[in-house]
């Protein structure tokens, strides 16, 4: 006696080893769509961090040298194609303006560290408020908490770390 094995069942079987491969297929698809567009975010974020950090280093000469405000439109260029938000292109963009008038102010005065000038007084704090909300909004689109977390992970070093010297590539005490 013969059992008779309806025909849909039968074309099934059949099928199902087809039907796994492509339902495999399709899974590592999805998965490699989600594995590259992770990776391309976190290059995107890698570049973004590199251009911040540009930007704030620029800004410890800015206020009385010509160079650092040249290093500030370079930053500032770079993030005007990488910030993720308008909010934060404004920011960088008044931070180059701020620190460009600062410098201004202090070439007008011959030495700026001995001026006793309220107008560069001012113009500084402006700029370093401005610092301060670019700052802000950077590691609000990081999403890096805490101010000192946020300055490490932007300025790529711990404060109040010894640098290199100069002749012997050791540090200094």
């Given at each position: 006696m013969g059992s008779k094995v309806p025909l849909w069942v039968a074309l099934l079987l059949a099928l199902l080893p087809s039907l796994v491969a492509i339902a495999a297929i399709v899974a590592a698809e999805i998965r490699d769509r989600r594995r590259i567009g992770h990776e391309r975010e976190s290059r995107l974020r890698d570049e973004r961090i590199g251009a911040y950090r540009k930007l704030l280093s620029a800004t410890t000469t800015a206020h009385t040298d010509r160079k650092g405000v040249n290093a500030l439109s370079e930053a500032r260029a770079e993030i005007s194609l990488l910030a993720g938000t308008e909010e934060l292109d404004r920011a960088a963009a008044r931070v180059w303006t701020s620190y460009g008038n600062t410098q201004k102010i202090a070439a007008k005065s011959r030495n700026p560290q001995n001026a006793?000038?309220?107008?560069?007084?001012?113009?500084?704090g402006r700029a370093e408020a401005a610092k301060e909300q670019f700052l802000e909004l950077a590691r609000e689109e990081l999403g890096v908490e805490g101010r000192s977390a946020g300055f490490r992970?932007?300025?790529?070093?711990?404060?109040g770390e010894d640098l290199p010297g100069p002749e012997t590539g050791t540090s200094e005490p």
């Amino acid at each position: 006696m013969g059992s008779k094995v309806p025909l849909w069942v039968a074309l099934l079987l059949a099928l199902l080893p087809s039907l796994v491969a492509i339902a495999a297929i399709v899974a590592a698809e999805i998965r490699d769509r989600r594995r590259i567009g992770h990776e391309r975010e976190s290059r995107l974020r890698d570049e973004r961090i590199g251009a911040y950090r540009k930007l704030l280093s620029a800004t410890t000469t800015a206020h009385t040298d010509r160079k650092g405000v040249n290093a500030l439109s370079e930053a500032r260029a770079e993030i005007s194609l990488l910030a993720g938000t308008e909010e934060l292109d404004r920011a960088a963009a008044r931070v180059w303006t701020s620190y460009g008038n600062t410098q201004k102010i202090a070439a007008k005065s011959r030495n700026p560290q001995n001026a006793s000038s309220s107008l560069f007084s001012a113009y500084l704090g402006r700029a370093e408020a401005a610092k301060e909300q670019f700052l802000e909004l950077a590691r609000e689109e990081l999403g890096v908490e805490g101010r000192s977390a946020g300055f490490r992970d932007l300025e790529g070093s711990t404060p109040g770390e010894d640098l290199p010297g100069p002749e012997t590539g050791t540090s200094e005490p």
